[in-house]
């Protein structure tokens, strides 16, 4: 075995070391975002505990998932982002497809993240939307700038208020004047696969893998672990949003951003708490999807560098500015912005590693320190195509009316 220090290569990519904390938090993070804030108002008409089942069991697979970039980017010697492992082990077309789904995931996602500051701002401050977004946009932009690392302490410091913030909120979620335990019980399981396409929306974080291997390329051994834990809280988390907005209020009162309705309902300080709460979500996974897409774009068209600042704000430009436009000509939704990119980008993002993983156990360059073992076995495998793949058949039929729409 070759010294674990010396063994994986920069390419245009460089290595910045992070630490598992700071590793668990930007999966917590890429989590705790915009599909957290819309899983509330998705499941309206189904109920919380179709939200609640199929987050458990979108978590579970989306972790599956990421242990097999995890394995492939672990074989591979030269530091490369998603659509480069696809073209390695699977083919052009691959990368071609994985590269897209990325593209396809982060505009969604940052069309999410424009609207939602957007309103919660304008809600907080009393401002009109597009001038809260751009409040929000601003500090956000210079984080990603500045990269990695920076993203990574951010995010580390923010997802921890946001985990004390939650709990409070539980709290006092129970002791509302509001609070109505029944409706937590209330289900229709009709609207059940739709609302998996939401649940998956949230979990997507496979694209960051390659990123958080290269920041513990010093210590790879620590990555899977730290993968575990973040999707851990990540669940926890997705749980308790839901199941306070559900406690205090009633489906049909819910707003598409579901920390406004959340607050209301309990009270003046509550309303603040939880949109401050829904700004750090977005923050945290606005700031390493975007530098992600960067590293990813970077990677696929074979740019020099992501560091080098004319690259950099050349292309923050061109992230930044398309889903900035259709956000400000209203021209996608913020739940609508989720459904999207769950039904497709989630089951390119969920499918596509399993083949990378087999071929790189096959055709890999370094035996790595750690594998996913069993959880790559073909029973696994096929439950997450059947999954996945399922809910891009019911996508389809739904938009042809055939099968019932989530909303």
Known sequence: MENRNTQYEEGALKIQKLTSAEVIFQV???????????????????GFPVIAIWLLLSGLLTLFSMYYVAEATLRTRKMIQLPGLAEKYVGPAARVLIFLAVVI???????????????????????????????FLIPSAIVVYIGLKAVGIAGKYMSYLMIILILVLISASFVSKNAELSRLFESNWDYAIPIFNVAAFSYIGQYLVP???????????????????????????????PLGTFLVSPSN??????????????GNWAFVSANLFALMAIFTSFTPITQTLISNIVDFFHFKSDSDPKTRIMLMIICLGIPLFLTVTGMVGF????????????????????????????NGEIKPEWSAGKLASKPVQATIIIVYGGTVIYHILGTIGLLPAGW
């Open 105 to 135: 995931n982060s505009f969604s996602c940052l069309i999410a993240y424009f609207n939602g500051s957007g309103s919660i701002i304008s809600q907080l401050l009393g401002v009109p939307q597009i001038v809260g977004t751009f409040i």
């Open 335 to 362: 739940v609508d912005a989720i459904y999207f990119s769950g039904t497709f980008a989630a089951a390119i993002m969920a499918i596509l590693p399993i083949f990378m993983v087999n071929s790189a156990r096959k």
């Open 211 to 241: 990123d958080l291997a290269r920041g513990l390329a010093h210590d790879p051994k620590k990555l899977a672990p730290s993968l575990l834990i973040g999707q851990i809280i990540v669940a926890i988390l997705l749980i308790l949003i």
């Open 253 to 266: 009162n819910i707003e598409q951003v579901a920390t406004i309705t959340w607050g209301k309902a309990i």
């Open 28 to 46: 917590v993070g890429c989590g705790i975002g915009s599909g957290a804030l819309g899983t509330a108002y998705a499941a309206r008409k189904g």
